[in-house]
């Protein structure tokens, strides 16, 4: 079965870093667009960062660019994300998730926009992200 599992969270002070994990088994990273997502508290979750490896398209939502970085390891079903630094409002449940496809990457991971949870089939189970003072 397809699963995939967060892990890296915990509680850090603002200007600190982080580096989510996520598992990916069952299916390829080849074949399937990723994304990140995350729910602060009482908000709705949104997509923050996601990537293809079809043409290797990147897409950062304007509150994260140039502090986090998504990366994968195709040869050993890994996705990453590396956070710093680290902001208070970074503060939420973090989920990475897979597409049913790869392409089009436009379709997946569009440019124009976040990525949008209900084209992403497979889901983790979050993991928590506390940012203090």
């Known amino acids: 079965e397809v699963q995939l599992v967060e892990s890296g969270g915990g509680l850090v002070q603002a200007g600190g870093s982080l580096r989510l994990s996520c598992a990916v088994s069952?299916?390829?990273?080849?074949?399937?667009?990723i994304g990140w997502f995350r729910q602060a508290p009482g908000k709705v979750r949104e997509g923050i960062s996601c990537?293809?490896?079809?043409?290797?398209?990147?897409w950062y939502d304007d509150s994260v660019k140039g502090r986090f970085t998504i990366s994968s390891d195709s040869a050993k079903n890994m996705v990453y994300l590396e956070m710093k630094p680290l902001k208070l409002e970074d503060t939420a449940v973090y989920y990475c998730?897979?597409?049913?496809?790869?392409?089009?990457?436009?379709?997946?991971?569009?440019?124009?926009?976040?990525?949008?949870?209900?084209?992403?089939?497979?889901w983790g189970q979050g993991t928590q992200v506390n940012v203090s003072s």
């Open positions: 990537f293809s490896s079809y043409d290797g398209a990147i």
């Open positions: 998730a897979a597409a049913p496809e790869v392409n089009p990457s436009t379709y997946y991971c569009s440019p124009y926009g976040p990525p949008r949870s209900i084209l992403y089939d497979y």
């Open positions: 069952g299916i390829s990273l080849d074949d399937h667009a």
